[in-house]
């Protein structure tokens, strides 16, 4: 059982067997962990939205995101409605595997008021001003779906 | 009142008082939302923490990024103990205003392990891999605190 404090101190290239390691995520008590979504291509933080153990799982099998809906109670595959899916291009636990870095091809806007990430409100002095986000959209993220 | 459902089709420029749009932040039933450090020089996505209100506000007045500890129950300045500080560049809500992306100047490595960033395990085949994360690091990480 190779467990998170060893993995700390392990070499490069240390291997542990995903199913193991998924014991080890520290869900919260409604079973979730904030997973991260960031576009490979730009750099670009897109959205922070929540994942269970079978939305890693489906992640994982099927190349395309998939988190839980809190409101809906419910596994959500991006896009399925919109069509402005995240294909995967990797998929990350921090140190104390408590929180999820995915590595995305944005298919559109990431988010659901269709700007390219969620997150537009931006402090500025006392205030937080609507930033469009458009000023950091790249090609990758403007491609039709 | 400018709620958070008029901001979404709001233009850009749109400001709101600060206090205002705190009062309508969505802090979890501890008080808290998750938030996100990104090396503002690199885009690398460093960690994930949690902040609580009095966080948001010593961050903003600071411009030194200050967390809340989880397992200490106590605010936490990060770098306090280790040097390795985040300086604030940018702070930003996203749209529904449960979650903080803060844009950061990171003295030294971000992770408790040494490491450049917390996201140094990754999903490789059936196994997660130890990286060691050094791939990704970039001069501003690199410098001495």
């Given at each position: 059982?190779?467990?998170?404090?060893?993995?700390?101190?392990a070499?490069?290239?240390?291997?542990?067997?995903?199913?193991?390691?998924?014991?080890q995520?520290k869900?919260?008590?409604?079973?979730?962990?904030?997973?991260?979504?960031?576009?490979?291509?730009?750099?670009?933080?897109?959205?922070?939205?929540?994942?269970?153990?079978?939305?890693?799982?489906?992640?994982?099998?099927?190349?395309?995101?998939?988190?839980?809906?809190?409101?809906?109670?419910?596994?959500?595959?991006?896009?399925?409605?919109?069509?402005?899916?995240?294909?995967?291009?990797?998929?990350?636990?921090?140190?104390?595997?408590?929180?999820?870095?995915?590595?995305?091809?944005?298919?559109?806007?990431?988010?659901?008021?269709?700007?390219?990430?969620?997150?537009?409100?931006?402090?500025?002095?006392?205030?937080?001003?609507?930033?469009?986000?458009?000023?950091?959209?790249?090609?990758?993220?403007?491609?039709?779906t």
């Amino acid at each position: 059982m190779t467990d998170l404090k060893t993995l700390e101190t392990a070499e490069p290239g240390t291997a542990v067997a995903l199913q193991q390691f998924l014991d080890q995520v520290k869900f919260n008590d409604q079973g979730l962990v904030p997973a991260i979504a960031q576009d490979s291509a730009s750099g670009e933080v897109l959205m922070l939205a929540w994942m269970n153990r079978e939305s890693i799982e489906q992640t994982l099998a099927t190349g395309q995101v998939v988190y839980f809906s809190r409101s809906r109670q419910a596994l959500w595959r991006k896009g399925e409605t919109s069509g402005h899916t995240q294909h995967l291009t990797s998929l990350r636990f921090d140190c104390d595997a408590d929180a999820i870095l995915v590595g995305v091809d944005q298919a559109g806007p990431a988010c659901h008021t269709n700007r390219k990430h969620c997150f537009y409100l931006k402090v500025q002095g006392d205030d937080v001003i609507v930033d469009a986000g458009s000023e950091t959209a790249t090609t990758q993220a403007e491609k039709p779906t």
